[in-house]
C-alpha cells in the first residue's frame, strides 16, 4: 500500500469530504482498498464505513478481516446492513459468511432475517420512509447529547515537577436513552474521564458541555456510584441516603418520603437504621445505588460498580439495575458506567467505547445492536466479547506501521513474572502451539487485564506471537517450555538481550569495577520517563527477571543488584527469585 | 380497662415499675449538671475578684476539693480552647495551600517549644490586659495549659483532613454538600478517633505541667493560683509529705475519675466513627456511656433541642450554598479583607523578630556559654533516657503483645501507671534520692523515663500484637532460635510502631526537660546543668535574653532531630519494614 494515499484518505476523511474519498477507492482493486481502510485507525474506519455507498460497501466488505466486516456491518442500521450484505456478488458473499464463526454467522443470519421482516412495512408504503424508519431506529442520533466533551485532555503534574499527559484529546458525547460502557486496560484513564465528564475534576484543556453549557457554570444533575462503595460509615444506611438531599436543602419529610423509595426500589427496604459495617458488600452497593438514584439523576455515572462483589451478587444487582432502567423506573436519561468486564460490558451497554493507554485515546467506539435483555449465551453475544477482546489486545498494531514501536525510547516491560510466561507457553503447547486468545483467559479464569501482560511478555521475549486474537508459541518458545530449568534461565537471559532496559541495566553494572548499583539509581533513571506508579512496576518486573535469568542478583539490605559473572551462573542457586 | 384488652393492659402495666427507676436513674445526670453550674459560678466569682498577687496555699486538707476543682476547671478551660484553636487552625492549614505552606511549619516549630518558654510572655500580656482582675493571672495560666496541649490535637486534625478519602470527598462534591454537611457529616467524624486519643493525651500533658501551670516565679513576682498543682508545689517546697501524699491522692483519684466518666464512654461512643468496612469483634465498652444511653432524659433533650437547630442548621447553609453556586462571583471585600490580615501578621511576625535579634544580640559570652554546655547536657540526658526506656520496653512491650491474654492484663495496668503524672510523683521520689545519697542528675532522668517511657511501651505492645499470624508461624516451620526470632520478625514488625513511640517520647522528654533539671523542694532549689534550668532559671530570673535564645536553641535542636532522623526513620518504616498482613 503507497502510504501517500493513506494519507491521502485520511485527509479526505478528516474533512469530511466524503465524495473524493469514495472515489479514490473506487478507483482501486476492492482488495487493495480494503487493505487501504485497514491502515487507519478503527474508529475513522467505522466513521468512513457508516458513509460508504452501499454498493461500494459491498464490494469492499469480503476483503476486510471478517471481524472488522462484522463490527462495521453492525456500525450501519439494520436495513443498510441487509443492503450491502445482498450486493455483495454471490461467490464473495458465501465466502464471507463462510469465514464467520459459528455464532457470529447465525446472529447475523437472524438479524438479516429480521431486518427482511422489518422491511416490508414501509415497503408497503412510500419508498421515501425506508430513510425515515432507519433515522427513527437511532432516534439519539439527531437530539441533542446531554453530555458533550470537545477536546478534553488531562494531564498531571508529577512529584518532580514534570508534566505526564494520561488523556489525549478525546471527543465525547453522552446521547439521551443509552448505556454507554467505558472499556481499557487498568490505569489507562477511564476513571480521569469519568470525572471530567461528571464534572468532578477540570480537563486540563478542550470543554465539557452540559445541555450545551460549560459544566462549571451549570450544576449538571449527576450521581456517582463507586467501586469503593464510598459510604459514610458513621451514617445509618437512611442518613447516608438522605445526604445527597439534605445538601439540597429538602426538608425533612420530603427527604425521608424520597429516601425510603429510593431504598425500595433497590430491595433494601427495613434497613434504614442499620450502620453500612452491618451489611454485606451487595447491600452496601445497593446503599450506593439508592443515593445515587435518590437524587434521580440526569446521567448515572459508575465507577467499576461491580467490581468488589462476587459474581452472583454482581449478577444480582446487575439484572436489578437494569431492569429499573429498561422498565423506566428511573427519571434518568444516560449511565455511563465504567468497567474491566468484557461481558459485562456487552450485557449492559447500548454503545462501548474502549480507550488505550499513556495517553487514553477512543480505540473503537461502536454500537451493540442487541435486544435487551440480553443472554450471554446467545449466539450474537459472543462476537462482540470477541471483537472487544481483539481491539484490547491487539497493541496499535492498525494504528501504525511496525517501524513505529522503534521510535519509543523505552517500550514499558508487561508486569509479568517468569513463572506467568512459562504457564502461558506450557498451556500453548498444550493445545497444539495455537489458541484463541479469549479461551486462553477462560480456561485459565483470568480477566484479560491480567492475561494481557503475561502475553506482552511472551511476545516481547520472542517466545509467542498474538494476530487477530489468536496466539502462537514460536519455535523458541517451544524450546523453552520443552527445558529443564536451568536452560529456560539460559534461554529467558538470552531473550532478553532484546529488552532495552535490561540491556541497560547489564551495561551499567558491567562499567562498574565492582559490577554492582544501587537500584535507586534506575529508579531515577525511570523517573524522568514514567509516572511514579509505573516506575515501581518497571524495576520490580525488571528484578524479577533478571534474578531469574541469573542476570544479577539483588541485595535487598543495600537495595543494590550485583551482576553475576559469567563463571558464578551454575552456583548461583540461591540469587533464584522469591515467590 | 375490660377484659378484652388484658394483653394490652399486661403491657402498659408492665411498663410502670419501669418508670420510677428511670427517674432515679437520671438524678446523677441532673446532680452532674447542678455540680458543674456551681463550679462555674464560683470560678467566675473568684475570677472577678480583685487582683491579689500572694495567694497563700492552704496544705490542710480540707481545702483540697476547692483546689482539685479549680485546677479540674482549668484544665477543661484549656481543653475548649485548644479544641476550638484546633478547628480553626487545621481546617485552614488543611484547605488553604497557601497558608498551609507556613502554617504547618510553624506548628511544628511551636510544639517543640517547652512550656515555661511561653510562660512570660502569655502572663505579662495577660495580666497587663485585665491588671485589676485575678482573671488575668488565671488566663494567663489557662493559655500555658493551652500550650502545652494544643499542638498534637492540631496536628492530629490537619492529618486527618488531609487523608480523608478521595472517593468520600468526590460524593461531597458531586452531589453539592454545603460547608456544614460536610463539616458535620464527613470531617468531624472522620477526624473524631483521632481527636479523641490525642485529647487524652493532651489532658494527660495538662496534669503533667499543672505544677508549672500554676506557681511560678516571674521576675521579682511570686504568683500563685488556688489549685492542686499549687498544693503539690507548696507542699513538696515545704517537705509536708503528709500534705504531699493526700495532694496526689486526689490528683489521681480525679485521673482515674476522669478516666472513667469522660474517656471511657467517649472512646466507647467514638467507635462509630471507626473507618472500617466490617465490624470488629471487640469493640471498647463503657457502662457510663451504657447508662447515659439508657436514661431518658439525654435523649429527651437530644430530640427537642439538638435535632431541630441541627436540622434548621444544614438547611439554612444548603441554601446558602444553593444561593452561592447561582451567582458565584468571587468576593472582592474578603479577598481585601484577607490581603490586609495577612499583610498585619506579618508585619506583626516582622516587628517580632527584629525585636528578637535586638534581645538576643546582648547575650554575653558567658550566658551563651551555659545555654550551649546546658543544650549538649539536655542532648545527652534525653538520648540516655530515651535509651535506657528503649532497653525496658521493647523487651517487655514484645512479650506483652505476643501473648493475648498476658496483653488484657497488663495494658489496662500500664495504662493507669502512665496516666499518673510523674510530676506529682516528683517530690516522692526526689525525697527517696535524696536520703538516699542521689540528686537531681539521677532524679532529672527518672523523672523523664517516667514521662516518656509510655508512649515507646505503648507503641511497642500495639506493633507486637499487629505482627501477622501466619509470620509467626513460619518461624515455627524454619525453627528460628530466639535470636532469630527476634531479628527477622519482631524487630521489623515492631519497626514502624517504635519509631512512633521514640517520636513522641523524645519530643516529650526535652518538653519535660525544664521542670526535671530545675526543682523547688523544701525551701531549696535544686538544679542540674541542662538546657531545661536555663529556661526555667531564666524565667525565674526575668532573663528574657536567655530565655529566648535557649527557647530557639531547644526548638532548632527538635526540629533539626525530627527531620534529620525521625522522618528518616518513618520514610524507612514506610518502605522497608511494611508487614502487610
Ligand atoms: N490525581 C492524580 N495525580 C497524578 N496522577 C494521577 C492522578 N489520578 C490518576 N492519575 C494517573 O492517571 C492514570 C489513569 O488513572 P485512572 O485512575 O483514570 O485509570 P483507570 O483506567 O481508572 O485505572 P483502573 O482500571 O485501575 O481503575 C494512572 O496512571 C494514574 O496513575
Ligand atoms: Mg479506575
Redesign the pocket.
Known amino acids: 500500500m503507497t502510504p501517500p494515499m493513506a494519507e491521502r484518505l485520511q485527509e479526505l476523511i478528516s474533512q469530511g469530504k466524503w465524495e473524493p474519498a469514495f472515489e479514490l477507492l473506487r478507483e482501486l482493486k476492492p482488495a487493495a482498498a480494503a487493505d487501504l481502510i485497514m491502515t487507519m485507525r478503527f474508529e475513522e474506519q467505522q466513521l468512513l464505513f457508516r458513509q460508504l455507498p452501499i454498493p461500494l460497501a459491498a464490494s469492499i466488505i469480503n476483503h476486510l478481516p471478517y471481524f472488522h466486516a462484522y463490527v462495521l456491518l453492525h456500525s450501519r442500521p439494520v436495513q443498510e446492513m441487509a443492503a450491502i450484505v445482498e450486493a455483495m456478488k454471490q461467490a464473495e458473499r458465501d465466502h464471507f459468511l463462510d469465514a464467520l464463526p459459528e455464532e457470529a454467522w447465525t446472529s447475523l443470519m437472524d438479524e438479516l432475517a429480521e431486518a427482511g421482516s422489518a422491511t416490508e412495512p414501509p415497503a408497503v408504503q412510500t419508498p421515501e420512509t425506508g430513510r425515515e424508519k432507519e433515522v427513527a431506529a437511532r432516534p439519539a442520533a439527531d437530539e441533542k447529547p446531554i453530555i458533550e466533551a470537545r477536546g478534553i485532555e488531562?494531564s498531571?503534574?508529577?512529584k518532580d515537577g514534570s508534566e505526564?499527559q494520561?488523556?489525549a484529546p478525546v471527543d465525547l458525547s453522552l446521547e439521551s436513552g443509552t448505556i454507554i460502557a467505558l472499556l481499557?486496560?487498568?490505569?489507562?484513564?477511564?476513571?480521569?474521564?469519568?470525572?471530567i465528564l461528571s464534572g468532578l475534576?477540570a480537563p486540563t484543556a478542550g470543554k465539557v458541555l452540559w445541555h450545551g453549557e460549560p459544566v462549571g457554570e451549570c450544576s449538571p444533575n449527576v450521581a456517582i456510584v463507586f467501586?469503593s462503595f464510598a459510604l459514610f460509615p458513621w451514617l445509618t444506611v437512611l442518613e447516608n441516603v438522605e445526604s445527597p438531599l439534605l445538601a439540597r436543602g429538602m426538608e425533612h419529610e420530603e427527604r425521608h418520603r424520597r429516601a425510603l423509595k429510593a431504598l425500595d426500589s433497590v430491595g433494601l427496604k427495613n434497613f434504614e437504621t442499620a450502620y453500612p459495617k452491618e451489611l454485606s458488600g451487595g447491600m452496601k452497593q445497593r446503599v450506593g445505588f439508592a443515593r445515587a438514584l435518590a437524587v434521580e439523576p440526569e446521567v448515572l455515572f459508575m465507577?467499576?460498580p461491580f467490581s468488589a462483589l462476587d459474581v452472583l451478587t454482581a449478577e444480582n444487582l446487575r439484572g436489578d439495575l437494569m431492569e429499573l432502567w429498561l422498565a423506566k423506573k428511573i427519571p434518568t436519561r444516560s449511565i455511563f458506567i465504567?468497567t474491566?468486564n468484557i461481558e459485562e460490558a456487552v450485557l449492559l451497554a447500548d454503545r462501548v467505547i474502549v480507550?488505550g493507554?499513556n495517553p487514553?485515546r477512543i480505540r473503537a467506539d461502536f454500537r451493540i445492536a442487541l435486544p435487551q435483555p440480553r443472554d450471554r449465551k446467545s449466539a450474537a453475544f459472543f462476537p462482540y466479547v470477541d471483537y472487544i477482546y481483539k481491539v484490547m489486545t491487539k497493541p496499535e498494531l492498525t494504528l501504525a506501521p511496525p517501524s513505529a514501536t522503534a521510535k519509543q525510547p523505552t517500550p514499558m516491560l508487561p508486569h509479568a513474572r517468569p513463572g506467568g510466561v512459562a504457564g502461558l507457553l506450557e498451556l500453548l503447547m498444550d493445545r497444539g502451539g495455537e489458541e484463541d486468545l479469549y479461551h486462553v483467559a477462560e480456561t485459565l479464569l483470568l480477566e484479560v487485564?491480567d492475561l494481557l501482560p503475561i502475553l506482552d511478555a511472551a511476545t516481547m521475549l520472542g517466545f509467542a506471537t498474538a494476530h487477530e486474537g489468536d496466539v502462537k508459541i514460536t519455535p523458541p518458545g517451544r524450546t523453552f517450555a520443552e527445558a529443564d530449568i536451568p536452560t529456560r534461565k539460559r534461554l529467558f537471559r538470552e531473550a532478553l538481550t532484546h529488552v532495552p532496559l535490561m540491556q541497560q541495566i547489564v551495561t551499567a553494572l558491567e562499567n562498574k569495577s565492582d559490577h554492582t548499583m544501587p537500584v535507586e539509581f534506575f529508579r531515577d533513571l525511570l523517573d524522568e520517563r514514567l509516572?511514579?506508579?509505573?516506575v515501581e512496576q518497571q524495576i520490580e518486573t525488571v528484578l524479577n527477571w533478571g534474578r531469574y535469568a541469573d542476570i544479577f542478583t539483588y541485595d535487598s539490605a543495600s537495595d543494590r543488584l550485583r551482576l553475576i559473572l559469567a563463571g558464578e551462573a551454575a552456583n548461583s542457586q540461591e540469587a533464584a527469585p522469591l515467590h | 380497662m375490660t377484659r378484652s384488652k388484658t394483653s394490652a393492659g399486661v403491657l402498659t402495666w408492665g411498663t410502670i415499675p419501669k418508670r420510677v427507676p428511670s427517674i432515679l436513674q437520671d438524678l446523677p445526670i441532673i446532680f452532674a449538671g447542678f455540680a458543674l453550674f456551681y463550679a462555674l459560678l464560683s470560678m467566675t466569682h473568684y475570677w472577678l475578684a480583685p487582683a491579689n498577687a500572694e495567694t497563700a496555699i492552704q496544705l490542710r486538707v480540707s481545702a483540697l476539693p476547692k483546689y482539685a476543682m479549680f485546677s479540674v476547671l482549668r484544665i477543661a478551660i484549656a481543653y475548649l480552647f485548644s479544641l476550638a484553636f484546633t478547628l480553626v487552625y487545621g481546617y485552614i492549614a488543611a484547605y488553604n495551600a497557601r497558608a498551609e505552606k507556613f502554617m504547618i511549619p510553624l506548628l511544628d516549630t511551636l510544639q517543640s517549644i517547652p512550656v515555661l518558654s511561653f510562660l512570660p510572655g502569655v502572663m505579662l500580656s495577660m495580666v497587663a490586659l485585665f491588671p485589676t482582675r485575678q482573671l488575668g493571672v488565671e488566663l494567663g495560666s489557662i493559655l500555658l495549659i493551652f500550650t502545652g496541649q494544643v499542638w498534637n490535637m492540631t496536628f492530629s486534625f490537619y492529618s486527618s483532613l488531609k487523608n480523608i478519602p478521595?472517593e468520600m470527598r468526590e460524593v461531597a462534591q458531586v452531589y453539592r454538600w454545603s460547608w456544614w454537611q460536610r463539616f458535620t457529616q464527613m470531617e468531624l467524624p472522620y477526624a473524631a478517633i483521632g481527636l479523641v486519643w490525642n485529647s487524652m493525651m493532651s489532658v494527660a500533658g495538662g496534669w503533667f505541667f499543672l505544677m508549672a501551670c500554676e506557681m511560678f516565679i516571674l521576675g521579682n513576682r511570686d504568683l500563685r493560683l488556688p489549685g492542686l498543682g499549687s498544693y503539690l508545689q507548696t507542699a513538696a517546697n515545704a517537705g509536708d509529705t503528709r500534705a504531699i501524699v493526700w495532694g496526689l491522692s486526689v490528683m489521681i483519684g480525679i485521673i482515674v475519675l476522669i478516666d472513667q466518666l469522660i474517656w471511657r464512654p467517649v472512646i466507647a461512643w467514638s467507635e462509630k466513627f471507626k473507618f472500617e468496612q466490617v465490624e470488629s469483634v471487640e469493640s471498647p465498652h463503657s457502662f457510663v456511656l451504657d447508662f447515659l444511653q439508657r436514661s431518658k432524659i439525654l435523649p429527651f433533650l437530644a430530640r427537642v433541642a439538638v435535632r431541630p437547630v441541627r436540622e434548621c442548621l444544614s438547611l439554612y447553609f444548603a441554601n446558602r450554598q444553593a444561593a452561592a453556586s447561582q451567582n458565584r462571583k468571587p468576593g472582592a471585600i474578603g479577598k481585601w479583607i484577607s490581603r490586609a490580615l495577612l499583610g498585619a501578621m506579618l508585619a506583626g511576625v516582622a516587628y517580632a523578630f527584629v525585636k528578637m535579634i535586638i534581645l538576643l544580640v546582648g547575650l554575653t559570652r558567658a550566658e551563651l556559654h551555659g545555654i550551649f554546655v546546658g543544650a549538649g547536657a539536655t542532648l545527652l540526658r534525653v538520648a540516655f533516657t530515651l535509651v535506657l526506656a528503649g532497653l525496658w520496653t521493647i523487651p517487655a512491650g514484645v512479650i506483652v503483645g505476643l501473648r493475648p491474654k498476658l496483653s488484657a492484663i497488663a495494658q489496662p495496668l500500664a495504662q493507669i501507671a502512665a496516666s499518673v503524672p510523674a510530676t506529682a510523683l516528683f517530690p516522692i521520689i526526689l525525697l527517696v534520692l535524696i536520703r538516699a545519697g542521689g540528686g537531681l542528675g539521677i532524679g532529672s532522668i527518672v523523672l523523664l523515663l517516667l514521662g516518656t517511657q509510655w508512649y515507646i511501651l505503648f507503641n511497642v505492645i500495639a506493633g507486637a500484637m499487629a505482627i501477622p499470624t501466619d509470620l509467626k508461624e513460619v518461624c515455627n516451620v524454619f525453627r528460628f532460635n530466639k535470636l532469630e526470632r527476634w531479628r527477622e520478625l519482631y524487630l521489623p514488625g515492631i519497626f514502624p510502631y517504635l519509631v512512633t513511640g521514640f517520636v513522641t517520647a523524645s519530643g516529650g522528654a526535652w518538653n519535660a526537660s525544664i521542670i526535671a533539671e530545675y526543682f523547688r523542694f523544701k525551701g531549696h532549689t535544686y538544679t542540674v546543668t541542662g538546657l531545661g534550668s536555663v529556661i526555667s532559671d531564666a524565667t525565674d530570673t526575668g532573663n528574657y535574653r536567655v530565655l529566648i535564645g535557649a527557647t530557639i536553641l531547644m526548638a532548632m535542636m527538635v526540629v533539626t532531630i525530627n527531620r534529620l532522623l525521625w522522618r528518616r526513620l518513618y520514610a524507612l518504616a514506610a518502605t522497608r519494614f511494611k508487614l502487610e498482613g
Open positions: 488531562k498531571f503534574t508529577q505526564i494520561v488523556i481499557g486496560p487498568s490505569g489507562s484513564g477511564k476513571s480521569t474521564l469519568l470525572r475534576a467501586q465507577d467499576e465504567v474491566h480507550l493507554r487514553a487485564d509516572p511514579a506508579h509505573d | 478521595r
